[in-house]
């Protein structure tokens, strides 16, 4: 493994377009737009903003860094479509990290990442040491555990005796975790869904084709 791999790293899982240049552990460039559509025109755009930011460009990568959900659908698309792109085109590795494990990543002891999954659900995962100790699920919030004594989140929630831990950069946490999978051989990263897509497949048969 490289002693300072330069690692791209992005996000457009949720309601942004987030990029961010790591090289070793330090922080070359960062760049974070709140959107709630247009991520596929602006994703490319931003990552070589970022780049230029930084002095560098395609060619220096020496991996990519994606966040792969869950959240929302198309974004969780984009991203994991443009890095595994941007990885065969740059013939570098393309690494997959969930949004659960990098808002647990640097945590100490038990600790238990949320997102918000709508309609009073949520996207649950347990750590340890930044370690997933199991498979991440979708929990009804009436059932989360009140006696949870640290919880990750990307927005506060009502719940008591809860300590609350937010980062501020979440994709951060993604690059970081991809230099720490660095050498990488294993399949490509995939789109970490949890549930099914909420737009309904058409009913209606398919028109007949006249001869």
Same mark, same amino acid.
């Not at 198309?74 to 659960?100: D, F, H, K, Q, Y």
């Not at 008591?160 to 980062?167: L, R, S, V």
């Not at 951060?172 to 975790?177: F, M």
């Given at each position: 493994?490289?002693?300072?791999? $330069? #690692? $791209?790293?992005?996000?457009?899982?949720? &309601?942004?377009?987030?990029?961010?240049?790591?090289?070793?552990?330090?922080? $070359?460039?960062?760049?974070?737009?709140?959107? &709630?559509?247009?991520? #596929?025109?602006?994703?490319?755009?931003?990552?070589?903003?970022?780049? +230029?930011?930084?002095?560098?460009?395609? =060619?220096?990568?020496?991996?990519?860094?994606?966040?792969?959900?869950?959240?929302?659908?198309?974004?969780?698309?984009?991203?994991?479509?443009? &890095?595994?792109?941007?990885?065969?085109?740059?013939?570098?590795?393309?690494?997959?990290?969930?949004?659960?494990? &990098?808002?647990?990543?640097?945590?100490?002891?038990?600790? #238990?990442?949320?997102?918000?999954?709508?309609?009073?659900?949520?996207?649950? =995962?347990?750590?340890?040491?930044? =370690?997933?100790?199991?498979?991440?699920n979708i929990l009804a919030l009436k059932d989360l555990d009140?006696?949870?004594?640290?919880?990750?989140?990307?927005?506060?929630?009502?719940?008591?005796?809860?300590?609350?831990?937010?980062?501020?950069?979440?994709?951060?946490? #993604?690059?970081?975790?991809?230099? =720490?999978?660095?050498?990488?051989?294993?399949?490509?990263?995939?789109?970490?869904?949890?549930? +099914?897509?909420?737009?309904?497949?058409?009913?209606?048969?398919?028109?007949?084709?006249?001869?």
């Amino acid at each position: 493994m490289l002693s300072k791999p $330069l #690692v $791209l790293a992005f996000d457009t899982s949720a &309601a942004h377009c987030a990029a961010l240049l790591l090289w070793g552990d330090t922080v $070359l460039a960062t760049a974070h737009e709140d959107m &709630a559509k247009g991520q #596929v025109e602006r994703l490319f755009p931003l990552l070589e903003e970022v780049l +230029a930011e930084a002095g560098k460009n395609w =060619q220096d990568l020496n991996a990519i860094g994606v966040c792969t959900g869950p959240g929302n659908f198309t974004g969780v698309r984009i991203g994991v479509s443009s &890095a595994r792109g941007l990885a065969l085109s740059l013939n570098i590795p393309a690494l997959g990290v969930s949004m659960l494990e &990098a808002l647990a990543h640097g945590q100490k002891g038990h600790s #238990v990442s949320i997102l918000d999954a709508r309609r009073e659900r949520l996207f649950v =995962q347990r750590f340890i040491d930044g =370690q997933a100790s199991n498979d991440p699920n979708i929990l009804a919030l009436k059932d989360l555990d009140p006696t949870d004594t640290q919880i990750n989140c990307t927005a506060p929630l009502e719940i008591a005796n809860a300590t609350f831990h937010i980062p501020k950069t979440p994709v951060k946490a #993604v690059a970081q975790i991809a230099i =720490q999978r660095l050498p990488y051989d294993n399949p490509r990263p995939a789109p970490l869904y949890l549930r +099914a897509p909420g737009a309904a497949l058409p009913t209606e048969p398919p028109p007949a084709i006249l001869p």
